[in-house]
């Protein structure tokens, strides 16, 4: 076993060895330190910077609504969530760097299906049809808490969303044929809420591979409350899942050194060297 003494020897010598000539370098930032008799080399921690990526998902989409009063309904699976996402990492408060701000311009479909209500027997019906589908385009702004390794990303997403209802297709039950594929002046097109969601990527930089769960919950009602009655308001929401796979691409390095700190430096080196002399 070595001793204190000799052990601190040996470090010397490997850090001299590894920066002599014809001698393989060890990697950059290599330390060496002293536990006990034990001599251990650390790795510096690898930060992730400040990088950008432009992705594009597809998914499914969960359909259902919270409505109140309630109606019996049946959820619904409708293909086509398709969007695309621009993501930018950052430090929040210039401290926690594993935090990023995403927009996204996602389109698919929202709606409700309603069912028979086993007590009495009846189906509740707007305009006459038991189920509508509304294609919709929507704009989430979410922050992104993540936790990285080299080649793997857990995350969640949380914010505030707007969207705009494209057009509405009524089904079953024989629906009005005025309002078949078009709105009523007591339904609304403009929504907003709150959109969240869970998800992980696998990373082989420049791309990473993403699969997302994500929701959504309307706080705008889908009508007007007083449509049906001056005393007893309806209320209807979406709340809906979308679970979505994708690729992003890298815009900007996740390790290393950028182009940007690069010039930082050599500015540095220019114009601002370090004083030697003391």
Not at 145 to 154: C, N, P, R, V
Request: net charge neutral; charged share 20%.
């Amino acid at each position: 076993m070595m001793t204190g003494r000799e052990t601190i020897v040996l470090a010397v010598v490997l850090m001299l060895s590894a920066t002599s000539a014809g001698a393989q370098s060890l990697p950059q930032g290599l330390t060496f330190e002293q536990e006990e008799d034990t001599l251990v080399i650390r790795r510096p921690k690898r930060e992730v910077n400040d990088y950008t990526t432009i992705g594009f998902e597809y998914g499914v989409t969960r359909n259902a609504m919270m409505f109140n009063p309630d109606f019996k309904q049946s959820p619904f699976i409708t293909p086509g969530y398709y969007g695309v996402t621009f993501t930018k990492n950052c430090r929040m408060m210039n401290m926690f760097p594993y935090f990023a701000l995403q927009v996204g311009l996602f389109y698919g479909q929202e709606g409700y299906r309603f069912k028979e209500n086993e007590e009495t027997g009846y189906i509740y019906t707007q305009e006459n049809a038991t189920q509508a589908i509304m294609k919709t385009v929507e704009v989430p702004v979410l922050a992104q808490f993540h936790a990285d390794m080299t080649h793997f990303k857990a995350y969640l997403l949380a914010g505030p969303y707007a969207g705009y209802r494209l057009n509405i297709d009524r089904v079953d039950q024989n629906p009005a044929d005025e309002f078949k594929n078009a709105f009523t002046d007591y339904e609304k097109r403009f929504e907003y809420g709150l959109h969240g969601g869970v998800g992980f990527s696998l990373i082989f930089a420049p791309v990473e591979f993403n699969v997302t769960l994500r929701t959504r919950y309307g706080l705008s009602n889908i009508w007007q409350p007083d449509y049906y009655s001056q005393y007893y308001y309806r209320f209807g929401h979406p709340f809906d899942f979308m679970l979505t796979a994708g690729i992003s691409f890298q815009l900007t390095k996740r390790y290393g050194k950028t182009k940007a700190m690069l010039k930082k430096e050599a500015y540095k080196a220019v114009y601002e060297p370090e004083d030697t002399t003391k």
